[in-house]
């Protein structure tokens, strides 16, 4: 169980579960509550009955709301991407996209190297695919209700294309996303890629990609992933968590970041690793509440194929006020 090999290319966290979607010992799910405890050798095996199809079957996946959802690699023309849905651990996966990449105007051929899943509390929102190997286009998917999928649509990249290892998730509450990618710097976009806004690659992290923003304890956040793509790269394996609370939005927060002199994360945790030749690296985070519903504790995770994958308890301080 984990992500030691190869062939476990994609991961994700909902705060209950780690999923791993192994290509070799199959797709997964360890108990958080386990894994604290020192022990991932009871993996909750996903049943695959009726997956096929595509380069490989099954090559990516997300958590969302306790649902489970896996993709297929499409790496051609002719090669479905498809999308799974299981309502729980214990659930037959149903397939509830299953799209001809031939039929999408101006699309590269490959996709499903890497996904991005991005839903509200009722389970609206889109999955993006990003084209590999640099990102020309996306396929946008809608989703509603966790799992009715709507017509896909291709979304090309304007500007610097962004790379293999990049992903899109909107931010909490608006109809903003933050898109990013390890050849890029963050960007503030509409659902369409739209950029608002950049920041400089100079303030961030090499290769900070699986970007998030996110707001914990009245304090906004922005949280990245570091991704070690190509024999080359310099960058090493991960975690990055800034205070980005100066603004009255996202754009705002993200600009005086940018104009600031100190660019130094509050939070910083390596998990390291060998450079990937594939985009192999995820993230995710959740807030526990207390039982007043209020604000209690961070946890942020990151996963990246054969370096394996890391869950802390950030120490955030509650009476930041930056």
Same mark, same amino acid.
């Given at each position: 169980?984990?992500?030691?090999?190869?062939?476990?290319?994609?991961?994700?966290?909902?705060?209950?579960?780690?999923?791993?979607?192994?290509?070799?010992?199959?797709?997964?799910?360890?108990?958080?509550?386990?894994?604290?405890?020192?022990?991932?050798?009871?993996?909750? %095996?996903?049943? /695959?009955?009726?997956? =096929? *199809?595509?380069? !490989?079957? &099954?090559?990516?996946?997300?958590?969302? #709301?306790?649902?489970?959802?896996?993709?297929?690699?499409?790496?051609?023309?002719?090669?479905?991407?498809?999308?799974?849905?299981?309502?729980?651990?214990?659930?037959?996966?149903?397939?509830?996209?299953?799209?001809?990449?031939?039929?999408?105007?101006?699309?590269?051929?490959?996709?499903?190297?890497? %996904?991005?899943? /991005?839903?509200?509390? =009722? *389970?609206?929102? !889109?999955? &993006?695919?990003?084209?590999?190997?640099? #990102?020309?286009?996306?396929?946008?998917?809608?989703?509603?209700?966790?799992?009715?999928?709507?017509?896909?649509?291709?979304?090309?990249?304007?500007?610097?294309?962004?790379?293999?290892?990049?992903?899109?998730?909107?931010?909490?509450?608006?109809?903003?996303?933050?898109?990013?990618?390890?050849?890029?710097?963050?960007?503030?976009?509409?659902? =369409?890629?739209?950029?608002?806004?950049?920041?400089?690659?100079?303030?961030?992290?090499?290769?900070?990609?699986?970007?998030?923003?996110?707001?914990?304890?009245?304090?906004?956040?922005?949280?990245?992933?570091?991704?070690?793509?190509?024999?080359?790269?310099?960058?090493?394996?991960?975690?990055?968590?800034?205070?980005?609370?100066?603004?009255?939005?996202?754009?705002?927060?993200?600009?005086?970041?940018?104009?600031?002199?100190?660019?130094?994360?509050?939070?910083?945790?390596?998990?390291?690793?060998?450079?990937?030749?594939?985009?192999?690296?995820?993230?995710?985070?959740?807030?526990?509440?207390?039982?007043?519903?209020?604000?209690?504790?961070?946890?942020?995770?990151?996963?990246?194929?054969?370096?394996?994958?890391?869950?802390?308890?950030?120490?955030?301080?509650?009476?930041?006020?930056?």
């Amino acid at each position: 169980a984990g992500l030691k090999t190869a062939t476990a290319r994609c991961s994700d966290f909902d705060g209950t579960h780690v999923l791993v979607v192994d290509r070799g010992m199959g797709p997964h799910l360890l108990k958080v509550s386990d894994v604290m405890a020192g022990n991932v050798s009871n993996p909750v %095996m996903l049943n /695959t009955t009726g997956i =096929s *199809g595509g380069t !490989f079957a &099954y090559n990516m996946g997300a958590l969302a #709301g306790g649902h489970i959802y896996l993709a297929s690699l499409a790496g051609g023309a002719t090669s479905p991407l498809k999308i799974y849905y299981y309502e729980n651990e214990t659930a037959t996966p149903e397939c509830i996209a299953n799209i001809d990449i031939s039929t999408l105007p101006f699309v590269k051929a490959r996709h499903g190297d890497n %996904m991005s899943l /991005t839903l509200d509390a =009722s *389970g609206n929102g !889109f999955i &993006y695919f990003g084209a590999n190997p640099t #990102g020309e286009d996306f396929i946008r998917v809608p989703i509603s209700a966790y799992k009715t999928v709507g017509i896909p649509e291709v979304v090309p990249v304007q500007g610097t294309l962004p790379g293999l290892c990049t992903n899109v998730y909107r931010v909490d509450g608006t109809e903003e996303y933050i898109y990013s990618g390890n050849k890029i710097g963050v960007t503030l976009a509409d659902e =369409s890629l739209n950029a608002k806004y950049t920041v400089s690659k100079d303030n961030l992290p090499l290769e900070a990609t699986t970007a998030r923003v996110f707001t914990f304890n009245g304090n906004r956040y922005l949280f990245v992933t570091t991704a070690g793509f190509g024999g080359a790269s310099k960058a090493v394996p991960g975690i990055y968590i800034f205070n980005i609370n100066k603004g009255a939005d996202t754009m705002e927060a993200l600009k005086n970041f940018d104009a600031a002199e100190d660019h130094n994360p509050v939070f910083k945790y390596l998990i390291g690793g060998a450079n990937l030749a594939y985009c192999g690296g995820n993230s995710n985070f959740f807030i526990e509440k207390d039982a007043a519903g209020k604000d209690l504790y961070l946890w942020v995770y990151a996963g990246r194929s054969t370096s394996g994958f890391a869950i802390v308890k950030v120490p955030l301080a509650k009476d930041e006020d930056e």
